[in-house]
Protein backbone atom coordinates (compact mmCIF):
# COMPACT_ATOMS: atom_id res chain seq x y z
CA UNK A 1 0.00 0.00 0.00
CA UNK A 2 0.99 3.30 -0.86
CA UNK A 3 1.35 5.75 1.56
CA UNK A 4 2.53 9.99 1.29
CA UNK A 5 4.58 11.12 4.72
CA UNK A 6 5.26 15.07 5.00
CA UNK A 7 7.28 16.61 7.31
CA UNK A 8 9.23 19.90 8.29
CA UNK A 9 6.14 22.34 9.09
CA UNK A 10 6.36 24.22 12.04
CA UNK A 11 6.17 27.76 13.22
CA UNK A 12 8.51 30.60 11.52
CA UNK A 13 8.63 34.31 11.47
CA UNK A 14 7.65 36.04 8.58
CA UNK A 15 11.11 36.39 6.40
CA UNK A 16 12.12 32.97 7.83
CA UNK A 17 12.65 29.71 5.96
CA UNK A 18 11.08 25.74 6.29
CA UNK A 19 11.83 22.84 4.30
CA UNK A 20 8.96 20.39 3.65
CA UNK A 21 9.79 16.72 2.60
CA UNK A 22 7.44 13.71 1.47
CA UNK A 23 8.67 10.44 1.97
CA UNK A 24 6.98 7.92 -0.15
CA UNK A 25 6.54 3.95 1.07
CA UNK A 26 5.26 1.44 -0.52
CA UNK A 27 5.72 1.54 -4.70
CA UNK A 28 4.37 3.77 -7.51
CA UNK A 29 5.34 3.25 -10.93
CA UNK A 30 4.80 5.76 -13.46
CA UNK A 31 5.01 8.92 -11.48
CA UNK A 32 3.78 11.75 -14.48
CA UNK A 33 3.98 14.56 -11.20
CA UNK A 34 4.65 15.34 -7.88
CA UNK A 35 3.23 18.53 -6.43
CA UNK A 36 2.32 20.41 -3.50
CA UNK A 37 -0.82 21.35 -2.45
CA UNK A 38 -1.93 24.23 0.76
CA UNK A 39 -4.59 24.57 2.48
CA UNK A 40 -5.59 27.84 4.69
CA UNK A 41 -8.74 27.89 7.37
CA UNK A 42 -11.54 28.64 5.37
CA UNK A 43 -10.67 28.35 1.99
CA UNK A 44 -10.35 25.46 -0.70
CA UNK A 45 -6.80 23.45 -1.30
CA UNK A 46 -5.00 25.36 -3.87
CA UNK A 47 -1.82 24.62 -5.96
CA UNK A 48 1.66 25.49 -4.70
CA UNK A 49 4.84 23.96 -7.21
CA UNK A 50 5.03 20.32 -8.76
CA UNK A 51 7.90 18.74 -10.74
CA UNK A 52 7.21 16.42 -13.35
CA UNK A 53 9.09 13.11 -13.70
CA UNK A 54 11.47 14.71 -16.13
CA UNK A 55 12.04 17.23 -13.46
CA UNK A 56 10.01 20.06 -15.18
CA UNK A 57 8.96 22.34 -12.38
CA UNK A 58 6.38 24.82 -11.92
CA UNK A 59 4.84 27.11 -9.10
CA UNK A 60 1.46 29.54 -8.27
CA UNK A 61 2.46 32.88 -8.90
CA UNK A 62 2.29 33.59 -5.23
CA UNK A 63 5.41 31.33 -4.31
CA UNK A 64 7.24 31.75 -7.15
CA UNK A 65 10.66 32.70 -7.03
CA UNK A 66 10.69 32.13 -2.65
CA UNK A 67 9.69 28.37 -3.18
CA UNK A 68 11.62 25.47 -4.55
CA UNK A 69 10.42 22.15 -5.68
CA UNK A 70 12.84 19.31 -6.04
CA UNK A 71 13.14 15.38 -6.26
CA UNK A 72 15.48 12.65 -5.45
CA UNK A 73 16.42 8.73 -7.17
CA UNK A 74 14.46 7.51 -4.47
CA UNK A 75 10.80 9.04 -5.75
CA UNK A 76 11.07 11.74 -2.63
CA UNK A 77 10.08 15.13 -2.97
CA UNK A 78 11.16 18.00 -0.92
CA UNK A 79 9.61 22.04 -1.22
CA UNK A 80 12.12 24.79 0.07
CA UNK A 81 9.75 27.36 1.67
CA UNK A 82 12.14 31.53 1.30
CA UNK A 83 10.98 34.58 2.88
CA UNK A 84 7.74 33.48 4.19
CA UNK A 85 4.78 35.12 4.57
CA UNK A 86 1.99 35.33 7.03
CA UNK A 87 -0.02 34.45 4.27
CA UNK A 88 2.01 31.53 3.62
CA UNK A 89 0.41 29.85 6.57
CA UNK A 90 -1.93 26.87 6.05
CA UNK A 91 -1.60 22.72 6.21
CA UNK A 92 0.51 21.78 3.21
CA UNK A 93 -0.43 18.38 1.34
CA UNK A 94 2.05 15.83 -0.97
CA UNK A 95 0.53 14.94 -4.47
CA UNK A 96 1.51 12.36 -6.48
CA UNK A 97 0.06 11.47 -9.85
CA UNK A 98 0.01 8.35 -12.12
CA UNK A 99 -1.63 7.82 -15.02
CA UNK A 100 -4.05 6.07 -13.80
CA UNK A 101 -4.31 7.12 -9.39
CA UNK A 102 -3.20 10.10 -7.43
CA UNK A 103 -2.16 9.70 -3.82
CA UNK A 104 -2.17 12.54 -1.02
CA UNK A 105 -0.05 12.67 2.12
CA UNK A 106 -1.93 13.50 5.31
CA UNK A 107 -0.45 17.30 5.79
CA UNK A 108 2.01 19.19 7.53
CA UNK A 109 1.01 22.56 9.18
CA UNK A 110 3.02 25.50 8.44
CA UNK A 111 2.30 28.58 10.62
CA UNK A 112 4.26 32.11 9.45
CA UNK A 113 3.69 34.32 12.67
CA UNK A 114 5.31 36.57 15.12
Known amino acids: QVQLVESGGGLVQPGGSLRLSCVVSGTIRNIRAMGWFRQAPGKQREFVAQISSVGVSNYADSVRGRFTISKDSAKNTVLQMNSLKPEDTAVYYC?????????WGQGTQVTVSS
Open 95 to 103: NYRTYANEF
